[in-house]
C-alpha cells in the first residue's frame, strides 16, 4: 500500500502552513499600525496640486471621556472655501484680519470608542510646497488638551498631505499592509513551488 514518509510533508500541508504563517505575520502588522491609526488624521493623505480637494478631518476618541472640542490650524498655502455641517457639532471659523479663513473650531461631545469626520472644501496651491501640514488640538471632558502638532513619526504627529502630480488619496499604512500581504504570499508560493512532492512508495 502507497504510503507518505512521516518526515515528509505533502505539497497541500507545505501550502496550508506556509498561509497561516503569512496571515499571521500580516496580522502582526495590522495591529502595529493600529496605534497610528487612532490620531486625529486629515484625508486624503495625497492630493493634486491646484485642485479643489475635499479634505476631511478624522477624529478618534481614544479615552474614557468625552472629546468636547476639536480645533485645527490651516497650511497657509490652502484656500478654504466651504465647511460641511456635522450633526451636533457646532462650527467656529478662525480668520485672520485680512479675513483669510486659518482654522477651525468644532464643539460638541464625542463619546470614548467613537469617531466623528469633519469635511471641508481646500483649494491647493499650484506650486510653492509639496507637503501640507495639519496641526491639531483635541479637548477632553476631564480638561486635557491633546496636540497633535509633532514630526512624523512621533508619538503625537500632525496630519500631512503630500502634493502629487497624480494625488490618490491612499493610506499608506494600508499601502505598506497590502505590500507585506504580497510579499509574503509570494515568498509562500515559491516555498511550496521549490518544495517537490513526496514520490509514493
Not at 512521516?6 to 505575520?25: E, K, N, T, Y
Not at 486625529?40 to 474614557?64: D, F, M
Request: charged residues 15%.
Amino acid at each position: 500500500m502507497p504510503t507518505t514518509p512521516p518526515s515528509r510533508l505533502s505539497l497541500g500541508a507545505i501550502a496550508r502552513r506556509a498561509f497561516v504563517g503569512a496571515s499571521l505575520a500580516v496580522a502582526c502588522i495590522a495591529l502595529q499600525a493600529a496605534p497610528a491609526l487612532a490620531h486625529v488624521t486629515v484625508w486624503p493623505r495625497t492630493a493634486a496640486p491646484g485642485g479643489y480637494e475635499r479634505y476631511v478631518v478624522r477624529v478618534p476618541n481614544e479615552k474614557n471621556s468625552a472629546t468636547t472640542r476639536v480645533e485645527i490650524h490651516f497650511p497657509a498655502e490652502v484656500r478654504i472655501s466651504s465647511f460641511q455641517d456635522v450633526a451636533g457639532w457646532n462650527l467656529q471659523v478662525l480668520t485672520d484680519s485680512a479675513g483669510k479663513i486659518t482654522g477651525a473650531v468644532w464643539t460638541g461631545t464625542l463619546p470614548p470608542k467613537r469617531f466623528v469626520e469633519f469635511p471641508f472644501i481646500g483649494v491647493n496651491p499650484k506650486s510653492g510646497t509639496t507637503r501640507l501640514v495639519w496641526p491639531a488640538f483635541q479637548t477632553y471632558a476631564d480638561g486635557e488638551v491633546v496636540q497633535w502638532t509633532g514630526p512624523e513619526g512621533s508619538k503625537r504627529p500632525a496630519s500631512a498631505t503630500e502634493l502629487t502630480a497624480r494625488g490618490s488619496g491612499g493610506s499608506p499604512v494600508a499601502l505598506s499592509i497590502a505590500i507585506a500581504a504580497l510579499g509574503l504570499a509570494l515568498a509562500s508560493l515559491g516555498l511550496v513551488l521549490r518544495r517537490p512532492e513526496p514520490a509514493h512508495v
